[in-house]
């Protein structure tokens, strides 16, 4: 799907949802396709992040940059920016699993247990530069780091 066609179909549901009692078979069928249409290509899990890290609430709008994103296969970070720590996060997570490697292989790979690779992943705990290098090194990537002094 288009961009534009899921945004309008996502607000035709809305619309439903909102005109029509939550124990209705509108309602009901409403919001079944609403979830079928977010969580055809992404998980569950990957929409929650998105949501709780954007710093404010999500809108049509973005539920339908993420389903497009997920459906081409882009990193949903494309679709909708999130802070440093929250696009760092998003990104180790997702290039451990595409190496098919669990939190604890990586873990052990960089010398962390997996506790600390699930907080990293859930941008619950900062890493230092030194860590995410590490990480990065096993994952296959590279971390640039750019910035102007001024004169």
Partial sequence: MKYEEVKNRLEQ??????QNNPSSDEFQ???????????????????????RHMG??????????LVVAAAEGRPLTDAIPLSVNADVAYKIKRS?????????ELGNLVGMTQAQ????????TNINLEMLNKIIDVLGGKMEIQFDVGA
Avoid: C, P, V, Y
Wanted: glycine share 4%.
């Fill in 96 to 104: 451990r699993l595409n190496h098919g490697l669990s939190q604890q």
């Fill in 13 to 18: 549901l809305e619309l439903i949802t909102q």
């Fill in 117 to 124: 690779i699930a907080k990293i992943e859930n941008d619950q």
């Fill in 29 to 51: 069928n409403a919001s079944a396709e609403i979830f079928a249409i977010l969580l055809k290509d992404m998980n569950i899990r990957e929409f929650e992040f998105m949501g």
């Fill in 56 to 65: 404010r609430r999500m809108t049509i709008d973005d539920e339908a940059r």
